[in-house]
């Protein structure tokens, strides 16, 4: 993103296009979803500012409402750093996940199938398996990371919903940090392929095996984050806060 890419910092560039806050706060909130934010380390508006080559206007406004999202939180020294992490936060952010997530899946699945598109459906997840897999040969934990985020809000935006997508969208802004914990079992975490899972229940018109899948998957995912390293100490200042 350039700074002169002539967008100004409170206004649009024309009709369909997003202000540059908005597209700041998108990537920044895309950064939180997919870790790399990381726990402990600080940052700065204008290290923010210096590393997307804008002014630190819309940084100031992306990072004031993603505090407002409990995803940063702003210190004293008007730093802003991710939120400490409990044990206690951690199983109920997990818990939540699976509530949504589930109910996210079988109101997908209903609506693809209502739409006669559930092949298409299990094709795009399929696809972005598929990379994920590549990504996981490869020690590529960003891609990884990417990769599933993709495949489940691929799955949940397919319900079309304006209520239970956003409320996902905020657990993941919360536990997105700390899934660079992940990185050490990368490509050994899982016995059980459950994205593979949910494709073939897409495939073979199973909604209660599509559902068991996705809760098995977070089940999954978050039990191979170490609890033993929550809450987490604070530390270094990022790299961007320069």
Known sequence: MSPDDGITDDGKVGEGKTTLQERVYQTLRAEIMTGRFRPGRSVTIRGLADSLGVSSMPVREALRRLVSEHALTLKPNRRVEVPAMTVEA????AEARVALE???ARRAYEAAAARGNLDALAARLE???AEQ?????TGDWEAYLQKN???HFTLYDAARSRVTVPLIESLWLQIGPFLYLTRETLGV????DRHK???????GREIDALAHAIEQDIRDGMGSLPRGKLPFAKGAADHRAT
């Open 127 to 129: 696809r972005i398996d």
């Open 133 to 137: 897999d590549v990504a996981i040969e």
């Open 102 to 104: 589930v109910l996210a």
């Open 189 to 192: 975490t899982y016995n059980e």
């Open 90 to 93: 951690f199983e109920e952010l």
């Open 149 to 151: 985020l993709d495949f």
């Open 197 to 203: 899972e949910a494709v073939a229940a897409l495939r």
